[in-house]
């Protein structure tokens, strides 16, 4: 079966792929592992050279690789050209950190030298979403390459045409063309290549499903993998609250992508002083955003990236509704070509529908009125996920609480949740495990080896 890339705005296919064969594909993981062998004796110095490149490529052209990923699945383009400049970004940070976070690590003990280093594993399988084309994988790429491992890609299927271009900028830019390698498959083929002797740990971002399924081939064959899940982050706003920067923000965090992203915010968790003005502001903004044309600068919402996502979205909605919901605005597909879906405010929400126990995956926000802060964190934790958080409040006590107790890979207080190349990321409890990012992300794929001579 052919591999597609199609304009979610007006539903062209705009090209296809054959995926690879089997012979095909066995020679690029022996391609990988030969490579490994040699790329994991380069210096540092050589890593960084390159990976400096990587990210003058994407700053130069990042117009063009913006389109790419707007037209391949939807993304506005103006969140697309910044989805780039941070991809260099990325790249940026660990060239010039590298050398500090993979440092010997010296421990005083009774030996005459005693010491951790830090060497990569090999090989890593790269399970990678269509939301972000561009900064998944470079978040991933950026510290595996500069830890000495070499990488292999498999991209969601309707974003192949990025998929090839990430492989062409790690080229252009000095890598041996078996360092870092696009495989088109389908999802189908993971398994095979997980199971690869020559493959030695993956990393997925995706959906729940998708990462119990690679965690589970992973187990049984005692390899490393990394897991960043789906999200329900709550976004909670108190009564010291600065509202004008909060509802702002909230709108922003909501349906930033499209509304397409794991650590948007979902749930709105209001304090009971404040709620009504916070509705009322919060349902005016997003009644206000531009849906249509992700080309055009002046669009705040574009499509959703496929069909059946849009039709997941509304069924959500409906059935949520039907269950009790109060519909405040949107709610309906907008009629016409593309995957477009009108920006959704959904109130009283029942438990157990599916605007309350699932994930939405586009601009749909969900509203909830608590009566103080123990409510609020009792609801902001009563969901199976823990990706981000946010909260907005002055009061210095109730940030501590916050902090300390909700069940979140990050909490921003005043702020909208955000990676950064420079801090590390990740979930728990189903949002998965392991950290991408900062310090702790380029050591996920290394061998954290301790040394002790007498």
Known sequence: MLIASINPA???TIKTFAPLSEAQLDEKLQHAAETFATYRRT?????????????EILETEKHDFARLMTIEMGKPIKGAVGEVEKCAWVCRY????????LADQLVQTDAARSFVRFQPLGPVLAVMPWNFPFWQVFRFAAPALMA?????LKHASNVPQCAVAIEDIFRRAGFPTGAFQTLLVGSEVVQRILEDRRVAAATLTGSEPAGRSVAGIAGKLIKKTVLELGGSDPFIVMPSAEMDAAVSTAVKARTINNGQSCIAAKRFIVADQIYDEFERRFVETMKALRVGDPLKESTDIGPLATEQILKDVDEQVKTSVAAGAHLLTG???INGPGNFYEPTVLASIASGSPAYCEEVFGPVALLFRVMNIDDAIQLANATTFGLGAAAWTKDASEQERFVDEIEAGCVFINGMVASDPRLPFG???????????GEFGIREFVNIKTVWVK
């Open 43 to 55: 210096s540092l110095a050589e890593r960084e050279r390159r990976l400096q490149s990587a990210a």
């Open 331 to 333: 709610g309906k597909k």
């Open 94 to 101: 660990y060239a010039e950190t590298a050398k500090q976070h």
């Open 427 to 437: 979930g728990i409890k189903h949002s998965g495990y392991g950290r991408e990012l």
């Open 148 to 152: 000495g491992n070499v990488g292999l």
């Open 10 to 12: 007006t539903g062209e």
